[in-house]
């Protein structure tokens, strides 16, 4: 801030005979009025101190508004154009200065709609602006020629400056490019199917632990009665052989060849033909109890909540219960060939692994289903410290549009109601988990070939 230099009040006093008047009235009266001359010149100097003050005040202030405003236009990522009423241009934010390749400097004069890619664009924005001059445009896009050559979509939004007894000053042009706004879009649409597919899967996990829940009551609720069926079954099985020995043994008797009504009865009776089938059905029913009990215990592993802590799995017997599961309740003409050497096994869930290899089989089940005879051959083999099981089938295939989607959640080629399209999703993640991979093509031969592999268990 300058200082003005405040003038000296020295009163020197006229030499003995001079020729200057003293003002009427005295010598008194004369040093009085130069007195109230000097006041005077000090009211007027702090006057002026104090606009001084203000004016740098008022300077430091509009300098600091024409610094916050320049920082604000620097950092808008949208093009800003200022332009007078015949649309030449005035002013430019530091965006439209990189859009353009231009600086503000070269494009300040020159008219707006050269911006614009074309004549008929060009036309376009002329006529528009003209017939909006008053009242503005709002996000209409058009097409402007960036720096580059290009042609880019720019949502354009138009304001007139008036002044302040209404005359039109010109306008102000903002301008965001579509493919901004379109990233934007397909960024918050991405966000959206996300949340959808996690939410899907949050209800698709409640109602696999409630499923788990009734599954496991019920296997409970099951076991004790096949326990009875079992320890019935064994007792009938030495009952029936005592009454064969007894039966035997009384016919057998000298009194029993020799009377006719007792032969007859035990013809009417069939009572031998009875004798041969009690063993068939004792056998029947005892495998029946076993393979019930097999499925109760292979619910119960599928049910179990799973350790924290990874455990030994036996790939064998899990791709063995799982076969067994599908295949009981597939198709008579659908069979799975074993092909696995002894001691697969990994480290991780079993209920989880058990979960994926039935998926895999389950899937292999449903492509195969319009064949007269579908064929599944699983496959394992060691290399390289990991595990791998081959699922092969001889249905027709995976169409190439469908490879790269097949994990996708929710993706599913089977028909409304028989398939949620998150069986292959889940069991992609399980396998992540447990640090292995799971793939999918078209076998050589035909068919669909899923590549289960899993980190060998170390010795």
């Known amino acids: 801030m300058t200082t003005m230099a405040r003038p000296t009040s020295t009163i020197v006093p006229p030499a003995s005979g001079a020729g200057t008047a003293l003002p009427e009235g005295g010598g008194a009266l004369g040093e009085q009025a130069w007195i109230e001359v000097i006041r005077k010149m000090d009211e007027v100097y702090n006057d002026l ?16 508004s024409h610094q916050f405003i320049e920082s ?8 800003l154009i200022v332009c007078d009423r015949h649309g030449a241009i005035e002013e430019v934010n530091p965006s439209l200065s990189r859009f353009a390749g231009r600086p503000a400097a070269e494009l300040a004069g020159t008219p707006v709609f050269a911006l614009f890619a074309g004549e008929s664009e060009q036309a376009r924005a002329h006529e528009l602006f003209a017939a909006r001059a008053r009242e503005g445009v709002h996000d209409s896009e058009f097409f402007l020629r960036a720096g580059d050559g290009s042609v880019v979509p720019v949502s354009i939004n138009c304001t007139p400056r008036v002044t302040q007894t209404g005359k039109l000053m010109g306008m102000v042009v903002t301008g965001r490019p579509v493919g901004e706004l379109r990233r934007a879009y397909h960024a918050l649409r991405q966000a959206h199917d996300d949340l959808k597919r996690t939410q899907g899967q949050l209800l698709h996990a409640e109602k696999m632990v409630s499923l788990g829940r ?9 076991n004790n009665p096949i326990s009875f069926v079992l320890g019935n079954v064994l007792s009938l099985r030495r009952y029936a052989e005592r009454l064969g020995n007894y039966l035997a043994a009384v016919h057998a008797s000298p009194a029993a060849r020799g009377d006719q009504t007792l032969a007859a009865l035990r013809s009417e009776l069939r009572i031998d033909r009875l004798l041969a089938d009690m063993g068939p059905l004792i056998d029947g029913m005892s495998e029946g109890a076993e393979r019930t009990r097999d ?28 076969v067994r599961w599908v295949v009981q309740s597939a198709p008579q003409r659908f069979s799975v060939d074993l092909e696995l050497p002894p001691g697969l096994s990994c480290r991780g869930s079993s209920g989880q692994l058990q979960q994926v290899v039935m998926n895999l089989v389950q899937n292999a089940s449903d492509a195969t289903a319009g064949l007269p005879a579908g064929r599944l051959l699983i496959a394992g083999e060691v290399a390289g410290g990991r595990v791998s099981l081959r699922f092969t089938d001889n249905g027709p295939g995976i169409p190439d549009a469908h490879l790269g989607r097949l994990f996708e959640p ?20 399980i ?29």
């Open 410 to 429: 929710f993706f599913t080629t089977k028909p409304v109601g028989q398939g949620t399209g998150l069986g292959l999703s889940i069991s992609y993640g």
């Open 72 to 79: 604000v236009l620097a950092s808008m990522s949208d093009i």
């Open 49 to 64: 101190l104090q606009y001084e003050v203000a004016l740098e005040q008022k300077n430091a202030a509009l300098e600091e």
């Open 214 to 222: 009734l599954v496991a009551g019920v296997a409970h609720e099951l």
């Open 295 to 322: 499925i109760v215990d292979a619910l119960k592993r599928f049910s179990a909540v799973d350790k924290a802590t990874p455990e030994r799995v036996d790939l064998n017997e899990v791709v063995e219960r799982s």
């Open 431 to 459: 396998v992540d988990r447990h640090g292995g991979s799971l793939t999918a093509a078209n076998a050589p031969d035909g068919g669909a070939e899923f590549v289960l592999a899993l980190p060998l268990e170390s010795s």
